[in-house]
């Protein structure tokens, strides 16, 4: 039965976020961490603090979808662990999908959520000694990678190229947002522009399509969790690399 099916792979990734925040725990307290953390951030056996708190803000709909409320806290911890906020608004849009259309909560409920959602995001900036560099940073990789794609706008740069791309085409307020001439950006941290600037209009469009499909088809087959996951995922990916970049 495909909805088995699909209840079983939930219960799995939901199993394996929690064993991976647990993980990111054994790390931060030094019990086991084989390699150094490059910044104070754990990420668990993904090889990178975005690609955890990626896979969390994934997991965490599947979890309160599932009804395995304590599993989706210890995910929600691991998330302010990453000190990642693409992450916190990510698993915010998945985990407020499920729970509007499931519960259909009061408003008071739903402003007193994303008050506490605010009040997570400042602290986890608070956190961030470098956060308003690596602000900065990303605007200037956005306005960047639309320039690159104005100059490529119907098959882009390459796949794979945005390095490239970058190195050639960036421009002096990279310097005085006080990046380094050795420094680069390796993607766009946003799936859509990623797209544009590595493949153009075409795969772009092609992209987005096959997101509306799928989000279409988990709509109408009603598997609001696996919506919410996925929807925490596109969130994701527009703020930050994911594990599955657009090349």
């Not at 989000?215 to 969790?225: D, K, T």
Request: proline content about 4%; some cysteine.
């Amino acid at each position: 039965d495909p909805a088995d099916s699909c209840e079983i792979l939930s219960r799995h990734v939901v199993i394996a976020a929690t064993l991976s925040t647990a993980w990111a725990l054994a790390q931060l307290s030094g019990l086991y961490a084989p390699y150094p953390l490059s910044d104070g951030r754990p990420y668990a056996g993904l090889g990178s603090t975005i690609y955890l708190a990626s896979f969390l803000a994934l997991a965490l709909p599947l979890a309160l979808a599932q009804g395995m409320f304590w599993h989706a806290g210890a995910m929600l911890i691991g998330i302010v662990l990453t000190e990642t906020r693409a992450g916190l608004i990510a698993a915010t849009i998945g985990c407020g999908y499920w729970w509007i259309v499931t519960c259909r909560p009061r408003r008071r409920y739903l402003l007193g959520a994303l008050a506490a959602v605010l009040l997570a995001g400042a602290g986890m900036t608070a956190m961030r000694t470098d956060i308003l560099k690596a602000d900065k940073g990303r605007i200037i990789v956005y306005k960047t990678a639309l320039r690159i794609f104005c100059q490529h706008p119907w098959f882009g740069y390459g796949p794979d190229l945005f390095s490239d791309a970058f190195r050639k085409n960036r421009g002096e307020d990279w310097y005085a947002a006080g990046f380094s001439k050795n420094s680069s950006q390796g993607t766009a941290h946003n799936d859509i522009l990623q797209a544009m600037v590595n493949s153009g209009i075409f795969w772009t469009a092609a992209y987005l399509l096959l997101c509306a499909s799928l989000g279409f088809f988990l709509f109408f087959s009603g598997r609001n969790g696996v919506l919410g996951a996925a929807l925490a995922l596109f969130t994701y990916a527009k703020l930050n690399e994911t594990a599955f970049p657009v090349k």
